[in-house]
């Protein structure tokens, strides 16, 4: 669901990252987003299978043991349940992370045909294709961001939908679902993360911004637009989205779009890297509003909280009591939002089970997301993160209970 956070957020508006004086109508033009497809050079994946795979399944298994506070039924069937009977029914389910036109050219030759399963498919999720093989016979394929978090979640959600089956499923596939996690493949690009959102700048131009704005791109932009900044450059592709104002009061202002998987989980964190490395010249202004869980504190969801620090929040191998690193945050924004709060990023929310969440609230964790805890090791780790001006801004939208039987 997408949440409205810019509209909740006045006093984290764009006239703070912007120099005072009067606004004047900027005179860029709009460019049609997206970079065309260029000829890939040949890429060799990375078999990644027994780390992910085995990774998921331990998950799962301590989520079913613990207790799971969230709906996997839900996030399960909402992606993938109108094509459950095709995955089941494949000869392979692979996943592929790292760029559509690299995945192509490595095996679409290996196909009579290769076709996407849904029109317009969003470049920012995951991708569905079937590959026809001989004798009416196909692979399942998804092509997803090169992040290993994005591999995990949607392994994780293969698994839980056969786990679904209906019994005219499981009557049908039978043999297939009794070990549906061995026909489950995960290759990964060497191209990072790091490398896409570079060669992604350099191809438009984009360097030394003063504000850098990551969070929900329409409400950033109809904001810029009431104060007066209504022609900005607007670039989209599989590596990122944004909207870039060359001329927005004399600074130049970069919105990074939050939504899909582009920037998910530790994919954030390489975004704040190559941030650093395109502004040689500025020490750019970075405003972070994503959304996130309470831990057992109904009573937050809806508000708008300013983190003060943030911890791995990952249980694997253990969650520590003591000595874990926690990254501090110089959040400007906790001088303008009342509700300050302990912060866990997590690298899937099947970690977030009952017994978790009794754990990180005795450490007196109040919240909990997937990007926050890379985003501020990126910030920390740089020579260049202690001028760095901060504000963070996170919107709670659900509770994660410390109670089994509280299922809402």
Wanted: with cysteine.
């Amino acid at each position: 669901m997408k949440r409205r956070i810019l509209n909740s957020l006045p006093v984290l508006a764009f006239a703070l990252l912007l120099s005072c004086g009067p606004i004047s109508q900027p005179g860029t033009s709009t460019i049609d987003g997206g970079r065309e497809a260029a000829a890939q050079p040949y890429v060799v994946f990375q078999d990644q299978t027994r780390e992910i795979v085995g990774h998921a399944e331990k998950l799962i298994e301590k989520n079913e043991r613990e207790g799971a506070v969230l709906d996997q039924k839900w996030y399960g069937f909402r992606r993938f349940g109108e094509y459950q009977d095709l995955f089941l029914g494949a000869e392979r389910v692979l996943f592929y992370g790292g760029l559509e036109a690299e995945v192509r050219s490595l095996i679409a030759k290996d196909y009579l045909n290769f076709v996407p399963l849904e029109d317009n498919q969003d470049p920012g999720d995951i991708r569905l294709f079937a590959g026809h093989l001989p004798g009416k016979k196909w692979d399942y394929i998804i092509i997803g961001q090169n992040g290993r978090e994005v591999a995990l979640k949607t392994v994780i959600r293969l698994i839980y939908m056969a786990k679904f089956a209906d019994e005219d499923m499981k009557q049908k596939h039978q043999i297939r679902l009794r070990a549906f996690s061995k026909s489950l493949r995960v290759f990964m690009s060497p191209v990072s993360p790091r490398r896409e959102y570079l060669n992604f700048f350099n191809h438009h131009g984009i360097r030394n911004p003063d504000a850098v704005v990551i969070g929900f791109m329409d409400d950033a932009r109809g904001l810029m637009r009431k104060i007066g900044f209504t022609k900005p450059e607007i670039y989209s592709d599989e590596s990122l989205r944004v909207i870039w104002y060359k001329h927005a009061n004399g600074k130049k202002v970069l919105l990074v779009s939050i939504n899909g998987n582009r920037i998910f989980a530790s994919r954030s964190g390489d975004l704040i890297r190559v941030l650093y490395e395109i502004s040689s010249s500025s020490h750019p202004v970075i405003t972070f509003l994503g959304s996130a869980g309470a831990v057992d504190a109904p009573e937050l969801v809806g508000k708008l909280v300013a983190p003060t620090s943030v911890v791995n929040g990952d249980p694997f191998p253990s969650i520590k009591s003591h000595g874990e690193l926690v990254q501090l945050i110089h959040n400007h924004a906790a001088d303008l939002v009342p509700i300050h709060t302990i912060h866990a990023s997590v690298e899937s929310v099947v970690v977030e089970t009952t017994h978790w969440a009794q754990e990180i609230k005795n450490r007196r964790v109040k919240t909990v997301d997937q990007e926050l805890y890379h985003v501020i090791d990126a910030i920390n780790s740089s020579p260049r993160g202690v001028a760095s001006q901060l504000y963070v801004g996170i919107l709670v939208t659900d509770n994660v209970s410390t109670d089994k039987s509280v299922s809402d």
